[in-house]
């Protein structure tokens, strides 16, 4: 059983009270992020699982149970997003390998072809701003935090964008 004043608190998040989910993330987000630190080992990797926590607090706050303490709601919702990064990053590695065999395994001309076909699938399939979302993360390999910094977005459009759009070009390219 915790404190009424957490109870208050959580009471007034599900509400939609900004300072109350201020005062949590300032509260609990250093705790949170070092967790994921140990966890996944990777400090990009632990800003975007803080982002992903703290985003589905606000985002599910109506659903929070009041009788549940918040440091062990957060402490889930930590290894949950930890073990979906993990499954993200895993799908991502057994992409790539797929990708480059397919490239790896023919001619130059054929090489070409296959890139070039992405190209045109990603400028045609793609809206501008998934697109741009794309550029920055596989070219000049920025995480999900500093796009939606630079973008003015959250961090869940790009992961979301990003998800969609690898989905999208395995499909278009037959590798599904």
């Not at 706050?61 to 957060?74: F, G, H, N």
């Not at 045109?120 to 550029?135: G, S």
């Not at 992961?159 to 690898?166: D, S, Y």
């Amino acid at each position: 059983m915790h404190n009424t004043d957490e109870r208050s608190m959580l009471s007034l998040l599900k509400k939609g009270n900004n300072l109350v989910f201020t005062h949590i993330y300032t509260t609990y987000g250093g705790l949170v992020h070092y967790h994921a630190l140990v966890t996944l080992k990777d400090a990009a990797a632990a800003d975007d699982v803080l982002q992903e926590v703290f985003s589905r607090l606000w985002e599910n706050r109506k659903e929070i149970d009041v009788d549940v303490p918040l440091k062990d709601y957060l402490y889930h919702r930590t290894q949950e997003a930890c073990v979906e990064y993990e499954l993200r990053r895993k799908n991502l590695a057994n992409e790539l390998p797929d990708i480059e065999d397919e490239v790896d395994g023919h001619s130059e001309l054929a090489r070409k072809e296959f890139l070039a076909k992405i190209h045109e699938a990603i400028l045609q399939v793609y809206p501008p701003a998934c697109r741009e979302i794309l550029r920055m993360h596989v070219v000049e390999h920025k995480n999900y935090k500093e796009i939606a910094r630079d973008m003015k977005i959250t961090v869940e459009v790009v992961r979301n964008q990003i998800c969609k759009a690898r989905k999208s070009l395995r499909d278009i390219l037959g590798l599904s």
